[in-house]
């Protein structure tokens, strides 16, 4: 009596069906994720700024935000001031750039006063 090993042809089709299915399913999630991770940190640069800036113009004489700096450029978003910076004013703003252009949350900005604004069309980005 002869003993068969391996698989069939068509249980290799249906693995790899199965597997296709489970990666087109799993995808979008999973690039969703690594988005939101991506804004996460862009967050958290505006943020640092925001106390970054409030230590300078509270150590500066006369209070000024005039020489905060811009946090480094990332590979997912790009940091600006829309507007010029003033003694008592100031307003940063993250754009997303890359892949994470696909982001629904689009630019997010902060202002001296803690107001957070985007630009896309998700809600709940802040």
């Known amino acids: 009596m002869m003993k068969n090993f391996g698989f069939t042809l068509i249980e290799l089709?249906?693995?790899?069906?199965?597997?296709?299915v489970l990666v087109v399913l799993a995808l979008p999630s999973y690039q969703d994720s690594i988005r939101k991770t991506r804004r996460a940190d862009a967050q958290a640069d505006l943020i640092e700024?925001?106390?970054?800036?409030?230590?300078?113009y509270t150590q500066s004489n006369?209070?000024?935000?005039?020489?905060?700096a811009l946090p480094a450029?990332?590979?997912f978003y790009t940091y600006t001031f829309?507007?010029?910076?003033?003694?008592?004013?100031?307003?940063?703003?993250?754009?997303?750039?890359?892949?994470?252009?696909?982001?629904?949350?689009?630019?997010?900005?902060?202002?001296?006063t803690?107001?957070?604004t985007y630009t896309g069309s998700l809600t709940g980005c802040w």
Not at 62 to 68: F, L
Not at 83 to 97: L, N
């Open 13 to 20: 089709l249906i693995v790899i069906v199965i597997m296709t």
């Open 62 to 68: 006369p209070n000024s935000y005039v020489t905060a």
């Open 114 to 116: 803690g107001q957070r």
């Open 82 to 112: 829309p507007a010029t910076v003033t003694a008592t004013t100031y307003t940063i703003r993250a754009t997303p750039t890359a892949r994470q252009d696909e982001d629904g949350c689009g630019t997010m900005t902060l202002t001296q």
């Open 49 to 56: 700024f925001a106390g970054s800036a409030e230590r300078i």
């Open 73 to 75: 450029d990332t590979d």
